[in-house]
């Protein structure tokens, strides 16, 4: 079955730790690649995006993510949290071989310490 | 703000009853996603019109049904409510369903009670 997997449920790191989430997915054929953030109280806001290219892609807010196609994964990473970076983050895959249509993960819960 | 408008924002009710949730998408973007979100259920996709058309279904109980107008504009019909149907619904909408795509944007939502 098609599916779309972030394994870290819940990560709690201290301002300046690097974060990275994991992201994997389980499509055929071309895929696009996204990941969301939801603040506490709001929608989801896109953070970056993958069509094609180069494999590692620059979002914002100091952001970043690598698409590795052979492990099917699209890791979030980004060097030195902030407080402020406190959020949901979800992972999003789009395929041509599903009409576009968008799966998201379960989500992963960030939490930053002072 | 992402251009896509959910009302209401909040409503509370009471189990057993029928609420109709409003989505209007942004402008120009032909597809509608709605999705549920819950503390224990996460982000699940509930449906996706393109056009006017179902494009594809997710976990959508049968009490709940959607339609898209040709406005564009989409409608999430939910009844006989439960407790358990108390969650954030979403909308989001995107250009298109064929010939590639573009993110998914998506609206502030609305928070639903049922008491």
């Known amino acids: 079955a098609q599916s779309v997997s972030q394994h870290n449920h819940h990560v709690i790191l201290s301002e300046a730790a690097s974060l990275e989430l994991g992201c994997n997915y389980s499509y055929g054929g071309t895929v696009n690649l996204f990941w969301y953030v939801q603040y506490p109280g709001q929608h989801l806001q896109l953070l970056l995006k993958y069509f094609s290219g180069d494999p590692l892609v620059k979002g914002i807010k100091g952001f970043e993510a690598e698409f590795i196609k052979s492990k099917f994964s699209f890791n979030l990473r980004k060097p030195s949290v902030q407080w402020s970076d406190t959020a949901e983050y979800f992972c999003?895959?789009?395929?041509?071989?599903?009409?576009?249509?968008?799966?998201f993960g379960t989500g992963t819960s960030l939490t930053v310490i002072p | 703000d992402s251009g896509v408008t959910q009302t209401p924002k909040h409503l509370i009710t009471a189990t057993g009853q029928r609420v109709t949730l409003r989505c209007s998408p942004r402008s120009g973007d032909l597809s509608v996603y709605w999705y549920q979100q819950s503390l224990d259920q996460g982000l699940q996709f509930l449906i996706q019109y393109y056009n006017g058309e179902e494009r594809a279904k997710g976990n959508i109980l049968e009490r709940f049904s959607a339609q898209q107008f040709p406005d564009l504009h989409s409608e999430l019909n939910l009844s006989s409510l439960e407790l358990g149907d108390s969650a954030l619904y979403f909308c989001?909408?995107?250009?298109?369903?064929?010939?590639?795509?573009?993110?998914?944007?998506f609206g502030q939502g609305t928070r639903l009670t049922v008491v």
């Open positions: 989001a909408s995107s250009v298109g369903y064929r010939g590639g795509t573009t993110e998914a944007f």
């Open positions: 999003a895959v789009t395929s041509r071989n599903t009409g576009n249509q968008f799966y």
